[in-house]
């Protein structure tokens, strides 16, 4: 078997590099206003909105056992607002809760669950004076955990508020971002971001583990307050102000004069941090602020990402994975490859979408932590003792699902742009009509997918862009326009077909994947070589470390199963299908001796 790399895995490789190089060079306190040089420009493209998609295969698959575990005891108004949580992080279970059940509700086409409703009208209950959740805070004071916690009430709100336009969600979310937030500007420009402001533990929760003057009950996610970026950034969207943007490019700054692998900060916070970065990137057309999210995710990828693509939970401390972290790297690189058609992030987005959200669903639908395969101690892949995180990853697994769906084709102007391969249904609209695509594919598991035009009104020549990811086999590339056979160019990772699309069009594509080796993200002496099938990272279910060695000769069974004697290599993805005992037992080879 031979050990095969591509230009384009090459040339991905060399992007990453690169920004890694350049972030050791540059001063962190220094990212805002260096003038980067981008190779590409930027470009307006349009995801799905999730009304005009509707996702069937796995994928829908997946979302329904999400959503239907998001209807279980644990996620009732009465559950979540007297949760463990509360207490350290009051907002949070119960916002990630309207998150998930909301944007699962859009792109299943479904009405709001009656535990959601309930949430909805039951949650003045729970407001003090000042319209937000615990106590008040006290004049000249801030808590983090309880002006965190809000970061998913806020999220989750916004979304609801954007599906259903209800003017009173609006204004308990114009209560919070104002006393939480906009009042509370001086007091943000002191969040404390040296070594010795923080102290540090090693708990599963964010939970109080000091203060300062200003601040208290800071979070043992060190580095916790910066997620409210994601928050306020889109609650901007909806009501921007002059104050909110004041306070916003203040958290902001802050952030920038961290050393965050230093201080060792938590990388769900810091990632949730750098989408909300980036959508003011988008609002604003600041180039400095996607220079922040670029170079500082390119930190994340060298030295926080597990071998399976997974995070470790804090910069430094390969204790366990966390789903939320994740959830966060899968949307950002895909939003960095929408912002700037760099294809290495729309490969990453891969990587991530299978080996690790779809190996961290559990087969109860929700989502938890794993063991950071990254370390020489760790080849092997099995869930940490938080199998399943009801208080958070569960949730926060909804909507990367959710958000994968309205991922799987891209407009602009008169362009089509497929990133994605999904057995799915979609409407596309556009200036001169609309394009009604069903599509059917076999991805991850082959090259295959059939796309069919269910209706067309458009008047235009539209072009179609499909991603060709580097292990796709590129000589095997077959396109086909209504059953013949058509001339393309694969430039850039893509192929483009340019046609005048009519009801019942067809097209078919087909690329092939074979069992593919490549050297570990993170090489170490002994555990070099990882084993793929297309996207997918496989590994052998044992309880002691194997050898395979480098003339063994693997067959072919089927969705991505390859075998060797009493050797058997299969993806992650299968842990969601599997007895929950037989899931949770688990544990499978991932890295091999080279």
Not at 34 to 54: A, R, Y
Not at 200 to 215: C, E, M, P, Y
Not at 543 to 557: D, K, R, V
Not at 562 to 577: A, C, E, K, Q
Request: neutral net charge; glycine residues 6%; hydrophobic residues 40%.
């Amino acid at each position: 078997m031979k050990k095969k790399t591509s230009t384009n895995r090459r040339q991905f490789i060399a992007n990453t590099a690169k920004a890694a190089l350049a972030l050791k060079l540059l001063p962190f306190h220094n990212l805002l206003g260096q003038g980067i040089d981008f190779d590409n420009g930027i470009v307006g493209l349009d995801s799905l909105p999730f009304e005009n998609v509707f996702p069937g295969g796995e994928l829908q698959k997946r979302m329904v056992l999400n959503f239907s575990r998001l209807q279980d005891p644990e996620f009732t108004f009465k559950a979540v607002s007297t949760a463990s949580t509360v207490k350290d992080a009051p907002g949070d279970w119960i916002g990630r809760d309207i998150l998930g059940l909301t944007l699962l509700s859009r792109v299943l086409h479904k009405d709001a669950p009656d535990n959601l409703k309930e949430i909805i009208s039951r949650l003045p209950e729970l407001f003090n004076e000042k319209g937000y959740i615990g106590p008040v805070l006290t004049s000249g004071e801030i808590d983090e955990g309880q002006v965190t916690g809000h970061n998913a009430l806020i999220r989750g709100l916004s979304e609801y508020y954007l599906w259903k336009k209800d003017p009173q969600v609006l204004n308990y979310l114009q209560t919070m971002v104002t006393n939480l937030f906009i009042k509370n500007e001086e007091l943000i420009s002191k969040y404390p971001i040296e070594t010795t402001e923080i102290k540090k533990a090693d708990k599963v929760i964010g939970a109080a583990v000091g203060s300062t003057n200003v601040w208290k009950n800071l979070s043992s996610d060190t580095g916790q307050f910066f997620m409210t970026l994601d928050a306020i950034t889109q609650f901007y969207q909806i009501s921007p102000s002059k104050e909110l943007k004041t306070t916003i490019e203040t958290i902001i700054n802050r952030f920038n004069q961290v050393d965050f692998v230093k201080v060792g900060y938590q990388t769900h916070s810091f990632l949730s941090a750098l989408r909300g970065i980036l959508r003011w990137f988008e609002i604003t057309g600041d180039r400095k602020y996607l220079a922040i999210v670029e170079l500082r995710y390119a930190a994340y990828e060298n030295l926080a990402m597990t071998e399976n693509y997974e995070n470790y939970n804090w910069f430094g401390r390969p204790l366990w994975t966390e789903a939320c972290g994740v959830i966060d790297s899968f949307m950002l690189t895909a939003q960095l490859w929408k912002i700037t058609k760099k294809n290495h992030y729309l490969h990453w987005s891969h990587l991530i979408l299978y080996n690790a959200i779809y190996a961290g669903q559990r087969p109860n639908g929700g989502f938890g932590t794993n063991v950071c395969t990254r370390v020489v101690e760790k080849p092997i892949l099995e869930a940490h003792s938080a199998y399943e995180a009801p208080w958070c990853c569960s949730m926060r697994g909804s909507e990367g699902l959710a958000q994968q769906a309205a991922y799987t084709m891209f407009t602009s102007k008169d362009e089509v742009i497929i990133p994605f391969y999904e057995t799915t249904n979609a409407e596309l609209t556009f200036f001169d009509g609309a394009l009604h695509i069903s599509e059917t594919s076999d991805y991850p598991y082959s090259g295959k997918s059939e796309f069919i035009i269910e209706k067309a009104t458009t008047k235009k020549v539209k072009s179609v862009s499909f991603f060709i990811p580097h292990w796709a086999d590129q000589k095997s590339v077959e396109l086909y326009l209504n059953h013949k056979k058509t001339d393309f160019k694969i430039k850039n990772t893509f192929i483009i077909l340019t046609h005048q699309f009519f009801e019942g069009d067809q097209i078919q594509l087909n690329f092939r994947f074979a069992l593919r080796e490549e050297s570990a993200l993170h090489k170490t002496k002994l555990l070099t070589k990882k084993y793929f099938h297309g996207p997918l990272l496989l590994g052998i279910d044992t309880q002691i470390e194997l050898t395979i060695h480098p003339t063994t000769l693997f067959n072919y069974m089927g969705e991505g199963i390859y075998t060797s004697g009493n050797m058997v290599l299969r993806p992650l993805t299968d842990l969601t299908w599997m007895e929950e005992a037989k899931s949770k037992a688990t544990r499978r080879q991932i890295l091999f001796m080279g």
